[in-house]
Structure formats: C-alpha cells, structure tokens
C-alpha cells in the first residue's frame, strides 16, 4: 500500500459516506451537479461530462439519477429558478420538471448503455 492512500475498505467506506450525504440532499445535490458539469457547458460537453462520470466515477452517476428521481416525485415550487440559478437553464417555456425528466431520460439511457444498470 501507497502511503497517504486510503485502502480498498477505507475508500468503500468513504464513496458510501458521500453517497448517502447526496442522496440524503438531492435538491443540493442536483444543483451541485448542474453547477459543476452543465452550467456554461455546450451540449456535446455536457454529454461528455456525463461519459466521464459514468466511466469514472459510477457510484456518482448512480447518485445523481438517484436524486433527480427524488426531485421528481416530490418537485419544488422553485425548481424552475434552481435549474436556472445551478445550471444556467433556461426553460423557454418548458415546465421544469419535464426539463428535468427529459434529462434524466437521457442520462439514465447513458448510464445504461455503459454499466448495464437503470
């Protein structure tokens, strides 16, 4: 073992650690996200921020669809100005959770296609 690097069981402990404080916030989370990968972002580089986190870091992808799944069943009256606030989107209309959904779709069609999950 590499000094300073956690073991196997440390890092386990830790990705769970974070995916329960995500899951356990997934407004905060959703917009953490948007913030990070999709606000400013073409298209194409939202896509492949996806790619990479899917590839990279699927506990994080599973995470994210986990929470825009929590978002939707229970959708805030202010998701529109989250979505524009965290991600720079603008709906032209489009009510927000149909955005969100529509998004959801096609990130968890892409998660599906590299991890054969959901």
């Known amino acids: 073992m590499t000094s300073g690097m956690p073991s196997g069981e440390d890092l386990l402990a830790l990705i769970r650690r974070q995916s329960a404080e995500r899951r356990a916030n997934p407004r905060g989370f959703l917009c953490e996200f948007l913030q990070t990968y999709w606000y400013e972002f073409t298209e194409e580089d939202q896509r ?63 998660y599906s ?6």
């Not at 990279?56 to 009256?77: F, G, K, N, S």
């Not at 296609?113 to 959901?118: E, V």
């Open 48 to 110: 492949a921020n996806w790619e990479r986190q899917v590839e990279q870091y699927p506990w994080y992808a599973e995470d994210l669809l986990a929470c825009a799944d929590a978002v939707l069943a229970d959708p805030p009256e202010d998701l529109a100005t989250l979505l524009e606030d965290c991600g720079g989107v603008w709906l032209d209309g489009q009510a927000p959770a149909d955005w969100l959904r529509e998004r959801r779709a096609e990130l968890g069609r892409v």
């Open 113 to 118: 296609a590299a991890t054969g999950g959901s």
